[in-house]
């Protein structure tokens, strides 16, 4: 079992629709846990950090539940420029600073 | 503020040739990350410093692999020799020291493939 799942997709959704993405991860100790976005060939970029209340910024909105081990990110009103691969990532670490697993990504392809 | 940056952003080698990346972390940022991610594969830890220290080398495939970070600012990773399972593209990252350390930021990466 991988560490951090995630549905590799696509999801084909229409400009204005609303999309989420789930992920799960095995490991019960991770204490941070972010959404990154990666383009086609481009390096992972950090869109969210997942706070244990939820939390959300613009058009975006994540959740976090430690019982369940389960992440999601929501995006409302999609833009043909949110098409990227979105990428669950968890901080392995007892510490905050350590390294990252990620899940394989969630390929996004928003049409006219 | 300046990036992550990493040289070259493509490498071609043949198998048994040494190849040698670098990372130039944000200014400032004590930690630095090293990750790799293979064709059709997740990407995947390598190590990681504070300063000039190793805290954490883990995920480094074997001792084909030495990264090192003299003077704690940019890091280098090399690979000798080169094996064909060694292509992929190299990413670093680096975080801040303190309460934010756990958002890290992502270089370019580098394009390695060896023929």
């Known amino acids: 079992r991988k560490e951090v799942e995630q549905d590799p997709g696509p999801f084909n959704v229409p400009e204005g629709a609303t999309v989420a993405f789930n992920c799960t991860y095995s490991?019960?100790?991770?204490?941070?846990f972010f959404w990154y976005r990666q383009d086609c060939r481009k390096e992972p970029k950090l869109l969210m950090s997942?706070?244990?209340s939820g939390n959300e910024d613009g058009r975006f909105t994540a959740q976090l539940n430690r019982a369940s081990q389960y992440i999601s990110l929501l995006i409302r009103d999609s833009k043909l420029s949110d098409s990227a691969t979105y990428l669950c990532?968890?901080?392995?670490?007892?510490?905050?600073?350590?390294?990252?697993?990620f899940g394989t990504g969630t390929r996004l392809q928003v049409t006219l | 503020e300046a990036g992550v940056t990493q040289f070259p952003s493509h490498s071609v080698i043949e198998k048994g040739q040494t190849v040698t990346l670098r990372c130039d972390p944000i200014?400032?940022?004590?930690?630095l990350y090293w990750y790799r991610r293979v064709m059709g594969k997740e990407i995947k830890f390598l190590l990681h410093?504070?300063?000039?220290?190793?805290?954490?080398e883990s995920g480094m495939p074997n001792n084909r692999f030495l990264a090192e970070r003299t003077g704690g600012t940019y890091s280098t990773l090399k690979v000798q020799p080169a094996e064909l399972e060694d292509s992929g593209v190299y990413f670093c990252?680096?975080?801040?020291?303190?309460?934010?350390?756990?958002?890290?930021?992502f270089g370019p990466g580098t394009r390695l493939t060896v023929t």
């Open positions: 990252a680096s975080s801040q020291f303190g309460p934010f350390s756990y958002e890290q930021y």
């Open positions: 490991n019960s100790a991770s204490q941070s």
């Open positions: 997942v706070y244990s």
């Open positions: 990532v968890v901080n392995g670490g007892t510490g905050t600073a350590s390294k990252l697993t």
């Open positions: 200014s400032g940022h004590d930690n």
């Open positions: 410093f504070v300063k000039e220290s190793k805290q954490d």
